[in-house]
């Protein structure tokens, strides 16, 4: 009785094809086509794919995505203040380049700065159509819109040189999402701040606020980390100095994005990792509420 051939193996998912290499996983032949390297050996599509699906995607120590590491919102925030700045630049010729303050190294008013920054009540339009305009008015958007304007290019690119380096350590660290929020909330803190304490009929606008909300959470963070404070607290000691020292910079608003940043950082970094997202998500969205409140009880005073 004579005995059948043995025949090789072929891959399970090209029969044409004769392979001696079986998946990891699940031991079913695969071809050269087929082969997906694995830490020990080689496993097939469908294997690879059920461990994506089951497998935790890998989070920040404050339970970020990782995502964070490539810096994009960062680079988007910066595109969208320097598309801000083009738009009030036409807006408002060469005074919006320069020709202000600081000897003439910052910009003047545009009618773009004058609709978004931050303003509590002032009376001011074309001649015969004066109008009362202000956050006092019904202008809330203005809280939002100051922190990504800016008064002439120097100002802008000083603002932006401070956001590229801060604010890719924090996205890196915290994760996209969580640091558009600190950005965002920073920011809105800093306004408020300045609504609630600079002169009512007074202009203000820079994405300073959020800036240095970047600052203190920085430190927030290496706290948190238990690592040293030494390479930011100088930065935060001469930026304050600075907004004490040098004229026609917002000292409540600088101040107010200083502590707000504080406030979410602490929020982000302490809250307990068995119900991390519910603590951060409330928690930031405690600070939104009471910031708004601080801003509806200003205007109740004003009107």
Not at 30 to 35: G, W, Y
Not at 64 to 77: E, H, I, M, P, Y
Not at 155 to 173: I, K, P, Q, S, T
């Amino acid at each position: 009785m004579s005995e059948s051939p043995v025949t090789a193996p072929v891959c399970y998912r090209h029969p044409s094809k004769e392979t001696y290499v079986r998946c990891t996983r699940c031991e079913r032949p695969i071809c050269p086509d087929c082969m997906n390297e694995a830490s020990v050996g080689h496993q097939c599509p469908e294997c690879v794919a059920q461990g994506r699906r089951t497998q935790r995607p890998a989070r920040t120590a404050f339970g970020g995505s990782v995502t964070g590491r490539a810096g994009t919102a960062t680079k988007a925030l910066v595109g969208i203040n320097v598309v801000v700045m083009l738009i009030s630049i036409m807006s408002g010729g060469s005074n919006a380049v320069a020709g202000g303050g600081w000897g003439g190294l910052l910009g003047g008013s545009t009618p773009l700065t004058e609709w978004g920054a931050v303003l509590g009540s002032a009376a001011y339009g074309p001649a015969g159509d004066v109008a009362l305009h202000g956050i006092a008015h019904g202008e809330w958007y203005r809280l939002f819109t100051a922190m990504f304007l800016h008064y002439g290019v120097l100002h802008l690119l000083m603002n932006m040189y401070a956001l590229w380096f801060l604010g890719r350590d924090v996205e890196r660290v915290l994760g996209t999402a969580r640091f558009v929020g600190l950005y965002l909330l920073a920011g809105l803190g800093g306004n408020v701040a300045a609504y609630l304490f600079s002169a009512s009929n007074s202009m203000t606008a820079g994405a300073s606020t959020a800036v240095f909300g970047m600052m203190s959470a920085i430190f927030v963070l290496l706290k948190r980390l238990n690592l040293s404070v030494a390479p930011i607290l100088p930065v935060i000691v001469i930026n304050v100095v600075f907004t004490l020292v040098i004229s026609n910079l917002s000292v409540a608003g600088h101040f107010g994005g200083l502590v707000v940043g504080a406030i979410v950082a602490a929020i982000l970094a302490y809250a307990p990792k068995e119900r991390r997202n519910l603590v951060q998500g409330v928690g930031c969205a405690a600070v939104l509420v009471i910031l708004l409140l601080l801003a509806v009880y200003h205007t109740l005073s004003l009107t």
